[in-house]
């Protein structure tokens, strides 16, 4: 028994040590295991930083490339503005050389004095000739812009028509800069010829409404809205080898500065298309409220169609410059001739669209409001407006402003309730039946 006992042990103690040693070589194992997990573990850390650094070098490299794409535009337009600047100037240097060596010719020949004419770089019947064409191709034309409320009820224009559209804002686009260009040459063009010119470039401006504005456009505009609002000056033309010089006067050209109400309302209505500047756009409403005080010019402004260019500034981001710009629609409401196709010029899509955005600024000026009222007041007197201020919810955001308003604010509270009777919204108040005076 004790020989049993003994053997089992033996078997007992080296199965014991079979174990250890396996457990001892199975802990090496995983201790191994371990290491090569962590050692794979730092390893993809390393990609894993490593990329995100290189999804950040490719964000920032995209972003400059964006910005170098952007740049090489801009220089691309002015490139181009310069080149057709210089292509002009060549062509004007040839026809000046070519005229001043057929002057001096017929100077030989005939021994006759200078004529005034030859102070005018270009013979001025074609400029005549050409305002001629210019006021044609405006007045039945470039005037006739696109209906504001086209597709309301779903009837789309026909593809012949847009597709005239499309081909005339092109043809502006080309023309624009050219027209920019030849305003360096209007101090020497007669001064009853600076309207039909100043007229087509403003009807060929509004011709882009409808449609995206060129990228390479923004300079022209810009130096377009400068000549106009500056005036252009330039020196005369002088030629000693001539018998009668020409004196090297300074001539000027004005527009925005103009005595002539016609042409100061189209070059205030240009600056207000192309300039930014809010000084300058300060003084281009001041002139306008001023000429607008006349029936010429409540006339003119039904003429021109003004209206989308007003609105254009009627916005929460002109904080400084919007008492001006409705300033200047109030002065179209005052009792006149042009007080009802002014009305009828606002009933529109882009007119209470407009109107809306303004009514939802939160805090808005209560003189801002109080002069706005004044408008929605006789546009609600046209029974046809009341599917707009319906469509805008206008009508709900008058009621919320009635229902806020202090009592003290009566100008603004009769005005209110006047407009909400005439949409048949409210009761007429005792006050109601003297709004809007």
């Given at each position: 028994m004790k020989g049993v006992e003994e053997d089992i042990l033996t078997r007992f103690q080296v199965i014991k040590e079979q174990h250890d040693t396996e457990v001892a070589h199975l802990t090496e194992v995983l201790k191994e295991k371990n290491r090569e997990s962590r050692r794979l573990k730092s390893s993809f850390d390393a990609l894993k930083e490593l990329n995100d650094n290189l999804k950040k070098q490719?964000?920032?490299?995209?972003?400059?490339?964006?910005?170098?794409?952007?740049?090489?535009?801009?220089?691309?337009?002015?490139?181009?503005?310069l080149q057709r600047k210089y292509e002009f100037m060549a062509i004007q240097r040839v026809k000046g050389n070519s005229q001043a060596a057929h002057e001096m010719k017929s100077l030989k020949q005939e021994k006759v004095p200078v004529s005034k004419t030859s102070k005018v770089p270009l013979n001025a019947q074609v400029y005549e000739l050409l305002t001629v064409f210019m006021e044609w191709i405006s007045g039945y034309h470039l005037s006739k812009l696109k209906n504001e409320d086209t597709g309301m009820d779903g009837v789309k224009p026909p593809l012949k028509f847009a597709s005239q559209g499309n081909d005339i804002q092109e043809k502006c686009v080309k023309l624009l800069p050219v027209m920019t260009e030849q305003l360096q040459w209007m101090p020497f063009v007669s001064a009853r010829l600076h309207e039909p010119f100043v007229k087509f470039i403003y009807w060929s401006l509004r011709q882009q409404e409808a449609g995206a504005l060129h990228s390479t456009m923004t300079s022209t505009l810009r130096r377009l809205g400068e000549d106009i609002f500056k005036g252009v000056v330039t020196k005369g033309i002088q030629?000693?080898?001539?018998?009668?010089?020409?004196?090297?006067?300074?001539?000027?050209?004005?527009?925005?500065?103009?005595?002539?109400?016609?042409?100061?309302?189209?070059?205030?209505?240009?600056?207000?298309?192309?300039?930014?500047?809010?000084?300058?756009?300060?003084?281009?409403?001041?002139?306008?409220?001023?000429?607008?005080?006349?029936?010429?010019?409540?006339?003119?402004?039904?003429?021109?169609?003004?209206?989308?260019?007003?609105?254009?500034?009627?916005?929460?981001?002109?904080?400084?410059?919007?008492?001006?710009?409705?300033?200047?629609l109030l002065q179209m409401t005052v009792e006149s001739k042009s007080l009802q196709p002014f009305l009828e010029a606002c009933s529109n899509t882009l007119f209470f669209r407009t109107c809306s955005v303004l009514l939802r600024t939160p805090k808005l000026d209560l003189q801002i409001l109080e002069k706005l009222s004044i408008i929605l007041q006789k546009l609600s007197k046209i029974k046809s407006n009341k599917k707009f201020f319906e469509i805008f919810t206008i009508h709900l955001m008058l009621q919320e402003i009635q229902r806020t308003t202090h009592p003290e604010h009566a100008f603004l509270c009769i005005n209110l309730n006047s407009t909400l009777f005439n949409l048949g919204l409210t009761k007429c108040s005792p006050l109601a039946s003297s709004a809007g005076h």
């Open positions: 490719l964000n920032e490299v995209s972003e400059e490339n964006r910005k170098m794409e952007i740049q090489a535009k801009r220089v691309q337009a002015r490139l181009d503005n030629d000693n080898s001539l018998e009668h010089s020409v004196e090297n006067k300074l001539k000027t050209a004005s527009f925005f500065r103009s005595s002539s109400l016609p042409l100061r309302f189209l070059s205030t209505l240009i600056v207000l298309k192309t300039v930014t500047q809010a000084d300058y756009l300060a003084q281009a409403f001041d002139s306008l409220c001023l000429d607008l005080k006349t029936d010429e010019g409540k006339t003119l402004f039904l003429e021109y169609q003004a209206v989308p260019v007003i609105l254009n500034h009627l916005r929460i981001s002109s904080k400084g410059l919007l008492s001006n710009v409705i300033d200047s």
